[in-house]
């Protein structure tokens, strides 16, 4: 099947790729298992050397490629820029730290837990950040001795290309990084490969669901990072001049399209009419143009289809009773833009309520205390990311405690770092990525007892 990129922005299409046939994939996965076995006797400093020179390439091209992800998925040019920098510290967070972190644990003086790699590992990755995205499974894996293979999103393909390109240019040996330009039809069978390891999966629920099953039935580790509706809970003692714009960010950051994008803002009764007005006011005046255009604050969502879906769950809440405070109606002329928009009023049973709004619409939720505010930002059947806006120490303390999130920020909004962490609970999927978790997910804690 061919692989495109059409341009979000104007809904044209830019460049067109072959995809790898069987005979192609099977002699890139045989590739990646002969350069594993070559690899994982590699030297951590080797692999820094190595690492530091890929996060050096990203640096020098930093414009270049983060063009490059505009184009291919509509991200303001500005928010690309920072993509390729958070990548590029990333790769040289993981260069200085993995030796340290991935030292041998000494139990007792005559045993210890050793950190090995295990083998190739699939990558099954998604188009919204189509570099960090990779970089935060890639950085790890390869600093533990492992090798990645990536099937990356089919809308870019560009990117795909380019990261593996980038390897090789920092002189990781052939076959270390691999990119598969196949479609979603062949990830189970790739799964099942015996020259494959593991699998990790960053995407949609049923994408999930998927792999997950595939990697069951081939009875391999895999690592799951889905969906989210995550609560930013605005508190009777939040400042409101620092909650505002940050919620504004928080949603629409990335044009809407991001699985920590604050999705749902629950906001308790004596500050929920101020915030409520100064975020539909903040809202509506965010610039929605060309992402290329330095002043354009929200650029187009990745796909005609994308638009549909989220007028649909906009049209399904005011058709059933809801209020739109701003925004709500697809544009004229080209492009794949939808406004910012703020929904009250939404209840269970409508669309907006139960799924994932992929794209900038707000929900603000009213809560009559911090018990109901806690109730309703645990309420989601997802558990990926969460934040909460109060000066009260206490309160922050309570939050944190029970807030049901991989993460809980707290006076700021939920973003990923190389040394914390990253991943969720319940149906937002399960393991972790970056940080030193991240690190030993797809290792052999090797028990060693010297007699």
Not at 130 to 146: E, S, T
Not at 321 to 348: E, F, I, K, N, S
Not at 356 to 367: C, L, N
Request: proline letters at 6%.
């Amino acid at each position: 099947m061919p692989f495109t990129t059409t341009n979000p922005a104007t809904g044209s299409v830019e460049q067109t790729y072959a995809g790898h046939r069987a005979g192609e994939v099977d002699a890139r996965l045989d590739r990646a298992a002969a350069a594993y076995r070559r690899f994982r006797r590699t030297t951590f400093a080797e692999r820094a050397r190595l690492m530091t020179g890929a996060a050096e390439l990203l640096e020098g091209e930093l414009p270049v490629t983060a063009r490059m992800v505009t184009a291919e998925m509509g991200k303001p040019f500005a928010q690309a820029k920072g993509e390729v920098a958070k990548c590029a510290l990333a790769l040289r967070w993981f260069a200085e730290h993995a030796e340290r972190l991935l030292a041998d644990e000494e139990v007792t003086a005559r045993s210890f837990v050793r950190y090995e790699p295990i083998g190739p590992v699939l990558a099954v990755m998604p188009w919204n950040f189509p570099l960090w995205q990779v970089v935060r499974f890639a950085a790890p894996a390869l600093m533990l001795g492992n090798v990645g293979v990536l099937k990356h999103a089919s809308n870019v393909p560009q990117t795909a290309l380019y990261l593996e390109d980038l390897f090789r240019r920092a002189g990781y040996p052939e076959g270390v990084f691999t990119t598969l330009l196949v479609g979603s039809a062949e990830v189970a069978g790739i799964v099942a490969d015996d020259r494959v390891a593991a699998v990790t999966l960053t995407g949609s629920e049923a994408a999930g669901r998927s792999v997950a099953a595939a990697a069951g039935e081939a009875l391999k580790k895999c690592v799951l990072e889905l969906g989210g509706s995550d609560p930013f809970v605005v508190l009777a003692s939040a400042d409101l001049d620092e909650a505002v714009p940050t919620a504004v960010q928080a949603r629409c950051q990335n044009n809407g399209q991001s699985c920590i994008a604050a999705k749902r803002f629950v906001v308790e009764a004596p500050v929920l009419e101020e915030f409520t007005d100064r975020f539909t006011e903040a809202m509506a005046a965010q610039t929605v143009g060309d992402p290329l255009d330095p002043a354009t604050d929200v650029g187009p969502l990745v796909s005609e289809s994308q638009r549909r879906e989220i007028a649909a769950q906009v049209d399904d809440a005011r058709d059933r009773g809801a209020t739109v405070r701003c925004g709500g109606q697809v544009p004229d002329g080209p492009g794949w833009y939808y406004p910012p928009t703020v929904l009250t009023g939404v209840a269970p049973g409508m669309r907006a309520y139960e799924e994932e709004v992929f794209g900038p619409v707000a929900v603000v939720e009213a809560a009559d205390d911090l018990d109901h505010a806690l109730a309703l930002a645990n309420r989601t059947s997802f558990g990926l990311g969460s934040s909460v806006w109060t000066t009260d120490e206490a309160v922050q303390r309570r939050c944190v405690a029970e807030l049901e999130a991989g993460q809980v920020f707290v006076n700021a909004m939920v973003a990923s770092a190389p040394e914390l962490p990253f991943g969720g609970i319940k149906r937002s999927g399960f393991g972790r990525e970056l940080s030193g978790l991240g690190l030993r997910e797809f290792a052999n804690a090797k028990s060693v007892r010297l007699a």
